[in-house]
């Protein structure tokens, strides 16, 4: 009876640690996906800008990267953006334990992709820091968001004061938590579950569009899986200063207070009204 015993608590330890490195891929590949996709139009943008050679990339591009990247990680893999995972934690009772594996997945997920994207355009990367290097413009240019560094981490735009980047991610941030928890909500009848990705992803097209040169991260794991990789690759300069701060924190309390308002102003409007607006 002993050895049966020992031998069913082995096999359940043995389900459970597959269960969870299979969750843990799912959650890593959830943010390859969208690191290849929008990471990958950034660098083309870059080496276009950098090197001459024309149509391999814009900030039209990118977006769409990033937003089918996103739509794609949401249907394959069910990955969320780590703020939204906070939410669920703050309001949802979503486990603590499971949300920061989940995080620590997307990070890693991230860093190795943006890693493998280094690889595969690294003859391009090395002739950009040559030729900055040979202008004597590579330790201004390097970590900025022109630079070869600005292509897997995000930097302050230059000329810009960090309260007006502050300002730029918080309220994009805001509006983007607004309208996931808008889609995801189950008393939300106009968007089929089918479309919750595809929307979620063209909302954050959006904000990259329109808000995105002024200096935005909107991802957490997005963000220090590619300061990490920079730091890899560059060492501690690729830091990025006190502006890392502002894009690895500033989404999670906009997101929480998207989720706030979005409650707050159409949920309980919507239990209470009788006939549809529309």
């Known amino acids: ?22 969750l843990t891929t799912g959650r890593q590949m959830g943010m390859v996906l969208v690191c290849y996709a929008g990471v ?41 953006n780590p703020c939204i995972i906070v939410t669920l934690v703050v309001f949802k009772k979503f486990p603590v334990g499971k949300a920061i594996r989940n995080i620590i997945c997307q990070i890693i997920g991230g860093y190795v992709a943006i890693l493998l994207i280094y690889i595969q355009w690294k003859s391009f990367f090395s002739q950009i820091e040559a030729t900055l290097a040979a202008e ?10 022109a630079g070869p560094a600005g292509v897997l981490a995000f930097y302050a735009p230059p000329g810009i004061s960090l309260g007006l980047i502050f300002c730029n991610e918080f309220f994009t941030d805001f509006i983007l938590g607004f309208i996931v928890f808008a889609c995801a909500d189950p008393l939300n009848y106009n968007v089929p579950h089918k479309t919750l990705p595809w929307l979620i992803g063209f909302s954050y097209i959006v904000a990259i569009w329109g808000y995105g040169p002024v200096g935005l991260a909107a991802n957490t794991a997005r963000d220090l899986s590619g300061r990490f990789a920079a ?23 906009a997101t929480i207070l998207g989720y706030i308002a979005y409650e707050m102003i159409l949920v309980d409007s919507r239990l209470c009204s009788k006939q549809p607006l529309i």
């Open 136 to 145: 004597g413009t590579l330790a201004t240019t390097l970590f900025t968001p």
């Open 40 to 80: 990958g139009a950034q660098t083309a943008f870059v080496v276009a800008n950098s090197s001459g050679p024309t149509g391999l990339g814009s900030l039209f591009i990118i977006g769409i990267a990033y937003g089918f990247g996103i739509a794609m990680s949401i249907v394959v893999c069910n990955t969320q």
């Open 1 to 22: 009876m002993l050895k049966a015993a020992t031998t069913m608590e082995n096999v359940e330890l043995g389900d459970s640690v597959i269960k969870a490195l299979v």
């Open 231 to 253: 730091l890899t690759i560059w060492g501690t300069r690729a830091w990025g200063g006190q502006y890392a701060a502002i894009a690895a924190l500033t989404n999670f309390p």
